[in-house]
């Protein structure tokens, strides 16, 4: 290598570079997590207000059905009636042909504090992505970036967003890169996002809002009996996660099959809640049931508690209300956690932790994301169960995930690059040989998904 002076010019053009890219992504996080910040804390705000006001006023979830009526009329009144919700953000990083509405915005945040306040089952978190995006988009087009720096300007909303709802920084910056395509790390947009979610995190600290997280008492000493009790019950988690993905799938299909009406559609589903709701005589698996989240955690759980969270969110989200699945997916798996964890001889409590992160894992392939969540949650002590518990549900729970435009990169089982589709079936005759792709899920439009 010769210093000559072409050589010393190429390496100022380079640091003038890296610092230039630097300091723009530092101001458009700047940017970006104050205006998420301010969103997601205004978000958060009106979710608890209206979980408050409808556990104060229990009649109010006769009125479901009327309210899906509303949900469908006012994204059709504003011109969307065919949208991937969640799927179209995450589909959207990888193509410069699906964009995200800037109304999006506006239109699952009123359609999602509509769905909580009438009772549905449902998260944050697809609120929290699509908004995130949706924010994104509109400050790429305000400065004219091009299509690269708009999907980083997408990531980097999910992610302040996601903050601002959950308390947990690190857990929203990675889940934005990690959930896009399975095997493969966004790392250029790791500054950017991870300051973006920061100060959207300080903000939603400095306005006072108070998030979820858990002290686990009694987290076990690592022996090979706790190792082995943790493999089962995250093998366990992986294939519970994996049927979820199928079930929710398939009800939004029964829907869609015998209700060609959105109207009707959204209709009978808010009937079927107020049903299900009469008949079990409780508002437990109404909302996002963040207290019984707590309670199993605390180590009390009922044993049918993560069935008929399943079902109560299958039937809200299949039938076309607002909402995500994460939270649901949380309560499925502390909630399984602390019964099946409790049944093989472990801490009920830590075994709900341990399921709730697996669970998670399994469900959106994520897990880095599932390892800072379990830190940022329950505190880093237990991290060599929790990762043991990750590992091993992210490889068992196969192809299969909450989001349909998830993308899984390379085999979760041989060092092949496969491109696949989630919630697709894979057949292989020999090593690194595709037979076929079956596709189990259905690109309708005659709809409008989270």
Not at 11 to 16: A, E, G, I, L, T
Not at 217 to 237: E, G, Q, R
Not at 433 to 442: D, H, K, N, S, T
Request: glycine content about 10%.
């Amino acid at each position: 290598m010769e210093f000559t002076k072409e050589y010393w010019i190429n390496c100022f053009s380079r640091c003038v570079r890296y610092a230039t890219t630097f300091v723009k992504w530092i101001i458009f996080s700047l940017v970006m997590g104050t205006i998420c910040g301010l969103v997601g804390t205004a978000f958060h705000i009106c979710v608890e207000y209206a979980t408050g006001f409808r556990e104060s006023h229990h009649p109010i979830i006769y009125f479901m059905p009327l309210a899906g009526i509303v949900i469908v009329f006012i994204y059709r009144i504003c011109g969307i009636r065919h949208s991937k919700g969640t799927n179209l953000v995450i589909g959207s990083i990888r193509s410069v042909e699906d964009e995200i509405p800037s109304r999006m915005a506006p239109l699952i945040f009123v359609s999602t504090v509509i769905t909580h306040l009438f009772g549905g089952s449902s998260g944050r978190e697809g609120a929290a992505l699509q908004i995130g995006g949706s924010i994104g988009v509109s400050i790429g087009k305000l400065f004219k970036l091009d299509d690269s720096d708009k999907h980083i300007l997408t990531l980097c909303g999910m992610s302040a967003v996601f903050s601002a709802l959950f308390g947990t920084p690190i857990t929203a910056a990675l889940f934005s890169m990690e959930v896009i395509s399975i095997g493969i790390l966004y790392y250029c947009a790791f500054v950017p996002c991870l300051f973006s979610s920061v100060i959207s995190y300080a903000i939603t600290q400095k306005l006072n809002v108070h998030h979820d997280h858990y002290n686990i008492a009694n987290i076990p000493s690592v022996d090979i009996a706790v190792i082995l009790k943790v493999i089962l019950l995250a093998i366990l988690c992986a294939v519970l996660s994996s049927l979820f993905c199928i079930f929710m799938a398939m009800v939004h299909k029964l829907f869609r099959k015998y209700f060609k009406n959105q109207y009707v559609r959204v209709f009978a589903g808010g009937v079927m809640l107020v049903l299900l709701n009469i008949l079990l005589r409780t508002t437990d698996y109404n909302g996002t049931g963040m207290n019984i989240i707590a309670e199993a955690l605390n180590g009390n759980a009922k044993p049918a508690a993560f069935l008929l969270k399943a079902l109560f969110t299958a039937i809200t989200i299949g039938c076309g209300f607002r909402g995500g699945e994460i939270v649901p997916s949380f309560f499925v798996g502390a909630t399984f956690g602390c019964v099946a964890g409790g049944l093989l001889g472990m801490d009920p409590g830590f075994a709900a932790a341990l399921g709730m992160v697996c669970f998670f894992c399994g469900a959106v392939n994520c897990p880095l994301t599932s390892l800072f969540l379990s830190i940022e949650l329950f505190g880093a002590n237990g991290i060599i169960l929790f990762t043991i518990g990750c590992a091993v549900s992210y490889m068992l729970s196969g192809y299969y995930s909450l989001y349909n435009e998830q993308k899984i990169i390379y085999s979760k089982l041989r060092p092949h690059y496969v491109n696949l589709y989630t919630n697709q079936e894979i057949r292989t005759r020999e090593p690194g040989f595709l037979e076929g792709l079956i596709r189990i899920r259905e690109d309708d439009t005659d709809d409008i998904e989270d």
